[in-house]
């Protein structure tokens, strides 16, 4: 039978999210945030282009799948999202995730579900659906990506990590050997084919630092 979660990168979110997060903050000082600036840039970058291309959202419905700390929900709200519902495997990402919408301003504003997104049932359409630095922790992403296609009634803006960057070994040793946490990388062609696959054929595929991102038209 094929295993559908990854245990590992769920336990690795779960103790280090907040960490991760630290790489949104701004006007940090120290190696650190030398690091994040140096090597982790995609992770600004995509999220920037995200709402450049997106504009303003409102009335729209944004499902934010594995929404770590919800970045994406929060600025989603900003551009006058109408319902945001932000859902992760990692409890501690949800948890965090609720302290930022409280400090943000924005509590009671957005959901937030602790449930894999194959589990998730969606009780409607949505018309825009993030899955940033998702892909990377995916065993079986053409399921995932054909689900997030029949919810879809939109946008979809997901990310995928690049299998020929200088910094590809990195993550895959730092996050495979010493996290215990799978991670894979994407080809532009395996995107191009996974989202055929998946039952979209209009689509952009963009090159961000270390990642593509797709951005697909999911109206029907």
């Known amino acids: 039978m094929k295993v559908r979660k990854n245990i590992g990168a769920i336990n690795y979110f779960d103790r280090k999210i907040e960490v991760f997060d630290k790489i949104y903050h701004e006007n940090r000082s120290g190696f650190s945030a030398w690091l994040d600036r140096t090597f982790r840039a995609s992770v600004k970058k995509r999220y920037n282009l995200a709402f450049e291309i997106l504009g303003d959202l409102t009335g729209k419905a944004v499902l934010d799948i594995g929404c770590g700390t919800g970045r994406y929900m929060f600025e989603a709200l900003r551009h006058n999202a109408a319902e945001v519902l932000g859902i992760d495997a990692a409890p501690g990402a949800i948890e965090s995730a609720k302290k930022l919408a409280l400090d943000e301003g924005f509590a009671g504003k957005a959901g937030f579900e602790t449930i894999e997104f194959l589990d998730f049932r969606a009780d409607r359409k949505y018309?825009?659906?993030?899955?940033?630095?998702?892909?990377?922790?995916?065993?079986?992403?053409?399921?995932h990506l054909t689900k997030m296609m029949a919810i879809s009634d939109g946008s979809l803006y997901a990310s995928f990590p690049k299998r020929w960057h200088f910094m590809t070994p990195v993550r895959k040793t730092r996050l495979s050997l010493f996290n215990n946490c799978p991670v894979r990388f994407y080809s532009l062609n395996g995107i191009r084919q996974l989202t055929i696959a998946a039952g979209c054929k209009n689509f952009d595929i963009r090159s961000v630092d270390r990642d593509f991102i797709l951005i697909a038209d999911t109206k029907r």
Do not use: S
């Open 127 to 143: 018309d825009v659906i993030f899955a940033v630095g998702y892909f990377d922790y995916i065993l079986d992403p053409l399921t």
